[in-house]
């Protein structure tokens, strides 16, 4: 068992930047690849981004490339979404969760295959 918690979520205006964290506490975090979901409302929660339990492969939406960073330091046991350029589309809550480690990238994009999930951080961006 693992338990996630998010924090680093509210308001910002469009153009701005925000980095979310993600506190694992538990079973070992490296044991874990990382994935950051969204959930805007009214819509079905999509992948935003994902990075190997190593920190050696990071995938992300490509909504968001080139303006999210994804990143882990496991002997915090935390991950980190850095978020810049800041949309008012981007505003959702914002979700951590983690997975058994895999090789297959198409495992990180799909929120079925992540076991545990944290409870979520409201990320608003106004125009």
């Known amino acids: 068992q693992v338990q996630l918690v998010e924090s680093g979520g509210g308001l910002v205006q469009a153009g701005g930047s925000l980095r979310l964290s993600c506190a694992a506490s538990?079973?070992?975090?490296?044991?874990?690849?990382m994935g950051w979901f969204r959930q805007a409302p009214g819509k079905e929660r999509e992948f935003v981004a994902a990075?190997?339990?190593?920190?050696?492969?990071?995938f992300y939406a490509d909504s968001v490339k080139g303006r999210f960073t994804v990143s882990r330091y496991n002997a915090n046991n935390t991950a980190y979404l850095q978020m810049n350029s800041l949309k008012p589309e981007d505003t959702a809550v914002y979700y951590c969760?983690?997975?058994?480690?895999?090789?297959?990238?198409?495992?990180?994009?799909?929120?079925?295959?992540?076991?545990?999930w944290g409870q979520g951080t409201q990320v608003t961006v106004s125009s």
């Open positions: 969760a983690a997975k058994t480690r895999s090789s297959g990238s198409s495992y990180y994009t799909k929120r079925e295959f992540y076991d545990y």
């Open positions: 538990g079973r070992t975090f490296s044991s874990y690849d």
């Open positions: 990075i190997s339990w190593s920190g050696g492969r990071a």
